[in-house]
């Protein structure tokens, strides 16, 4: 059951900030980082795998793990979660209002799903940079031919575009998401344990500015006491119902 002052909270927001974890991707089939490690990555630890300590002792098994979640990403669409936060932007940027998608995601599903006001936190793994000569690019061809893979202009290590554990995230992001942050009248938490950071800093921040927050997660997580509402549920389903009700309100 969605608040009605929640729904209305949505329709009469100048503008929106949400903010997207692995649950979103959950329904279409992409594993979340801790899923990620099932079957022959199950002996692995995703936290200590997805770090430049990692990646440094052994490039060929980090970029095969990588290569091998592009592949399970490549086999997934987006879900009505995608395309709820997609239909959102559209409805409140045709009514000139704000609206921001903050994603801790790597899978570019929100790309797919048409969503355009898009900050990825943690960069993306179909992004590949060069550390020879720091050449950046999209990357969708698969299998790699080699582990770790090479840069076509200098013979470069190329490693995942991704933010891993101990590592920064973009200063353009962070940048982009404080802009959002700053004139925001609700903030939405979807899909997300809400335990990494700094990503899970934002609907602590939110809170303490008075901005009304709403948490859909299949699953209590530590912002679920602080937040305005917060609802458990599916982010496929909760999700598109949040704004067919803003919408007719
Ligand atoms: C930083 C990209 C500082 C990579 C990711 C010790 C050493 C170093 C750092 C730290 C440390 N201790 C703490 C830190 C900080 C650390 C951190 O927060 N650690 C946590 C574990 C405590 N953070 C960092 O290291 C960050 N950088 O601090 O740098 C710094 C500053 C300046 C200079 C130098 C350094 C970087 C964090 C980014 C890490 N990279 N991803 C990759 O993907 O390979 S994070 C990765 O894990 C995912 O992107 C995701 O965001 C996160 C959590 O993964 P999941 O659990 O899968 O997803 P999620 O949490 O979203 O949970 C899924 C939720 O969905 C669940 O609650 C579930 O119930 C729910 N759900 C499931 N299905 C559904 C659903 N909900 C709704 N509907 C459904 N259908
Ligand atoms: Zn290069």
């Known amino acids: 059951m969605i608040p009605p002052e929640a729904v209305r909270a949505v329709r009469d927001a100048p503008s ?24 022959l990555w199950a002996k692995y630890d995703p936290t200590r795998l997805a770090t430049p300590e990692a ?3 052994d490039p060929e098994l980090v970029s095969r793990w ?33 609206f921001t998608l903050l994603t801790q995601n790597v899978d570019r599903l929100h790309h797919a799903a048409g969503s ?23 990357d969708r061809s698969m299998p790699f031919a080699e582990y770790p893979p090479r840069c076509a202009d200098c013979g470069g290590i190329r490693r995942p575009g991704v933010v891993w554990f101990g590592e920064a995230l973009p200063h353009a992001a962070l940048d982009a998401a404080e802009r959002a942050m700053r004139g925001c009248g609700i903030f939405l938490s979807v899909g997300t ?11 602590r921040q939110a809170h303490a500015r008075g901005i009304p927050t709403l948490e859909i997660n299949a699953e209590p ?23 067919r009700l803003a919408m007719e309100a």
């Not at 949400?18 to 979103?24: E, R, S, Y």
């Not at 355009?116 to 999209?138: F, K, Y």
């Not at 344990?193 to 609907?203: F, H, I, N, T």
């Open 66 to 98: 990588y290569d091998w979640r592009r592949e399970r990403v490549a086999a997934c669409a987006p879900n009505p979660g995608h395309h709820a936060s997609a239909e959102m932007e559209r409805w409140l940027t045709s009514m000139r209002r704000g």
């Open 55 to 57: 990646f440094e002792a």
């Open 221 to 243: 997580t530590p912002i679920s006491p602080m937040v305005t509402w917060s609802i458990q549920g599916k982010s496929g389903e909760v999700l598109p119902e949040l704004l």
């Open 16 to 39: 929106v900030v949400v903010l997207t974890g692995a649950g979103v991707s959950a329904e279409s089939g992409v594993p979340t980082f801790r899923d990620a490690a099932r079957g």
């Open 193 to 203: 344990s809400s335990l990494v950071y700094p990503a899970a800093g934002y609907a």
């Open 116 to 138: 355009r006001a898009i900050v990825e936190l943690h960069g993306s793994i179909w992004i590949w940079r060069c550390l020879g000569c720091g050449t950046e690019r999209e």
